[in-house]
């Protein structure tokens, strides 16, 4: 382009209308202006160069997106066969040992407290020992299983018991009884890293404590069990995949 500017020029001055001052400073204005659109394209080609490598990266990202949503999207399958597989597990746990449980609405076990333990006390019976063996072979073939052990009593308080209770409350029986059976599981092979127990004494009943039967539905030991839970990708859309 320059050659053709200088040219343009040359032939201009056999015309004479042109001095030799005048051509050298259109020369030099052409020159200038060709030396100013020259850092214009150089500017543009680096940021198109910056743009290329910016949608690079963004393509590279959103491959590695798409991958971990595929496998969370399996993992999340996977688990939801895993619950299934659980639930029905536990139902049939529960008609086999009705008599120590009762599988509730939530798909939790309650053991029945007046059948697993004596009135006061945290000691296991011995049909409430075989059915938390029978209870523990299942929960080792579920690897990824958590357990939560829920210790629950009635609203009476406790008159008499072997247990030298500090308070005497519902709350520590209860939370007796959930560790009774925690320990009984461990025992029998259950990780402690996959369990843990809460007590909620008197007051989260199942029923009103207004009768004797009411009262046996509140003194119980509720097992919910699940499997560990694996975190799940949120996209653009505010959409969980």
Known sequence: MSRWIIASLVCLLPI????????D???????TQLSGMKDVVAAQERENDELKRE???????????????????ETNALLMRQIEELNGKMASFADEHSGIFERLDDGSLSMKGDASFDAGLATLRPKAIAALDALAAELRNIP?????????????PIVKTKYKWTTASNFELAAARALTVLLHLEKQGISGSQMHLT???????????DTKENKAKNRRVEIHVGTMATPTHIDGTGESK
């Open 25 to 31: 400073e259109m020369k030099t204005q052409y020159e």
């Open 144 to 156: 990824n299983a958590m357990i939560r052990i829920d210790g629950h009593t009635d609203n009476d």
């Open 16 to 23: 004479g209308c042109m001095s030799q001052r005048e051509y």
């Open 55 to 73: 949608r690079a990266y963004l393509k590279s990202q959103s491959d590695v997106l798409a991958s971990e949503n595929g496998t969370i999207r």
């Open 199 to 209: 007590s909620f004494g008197e007051h989260h009943p199942r029923a009103a404590n």
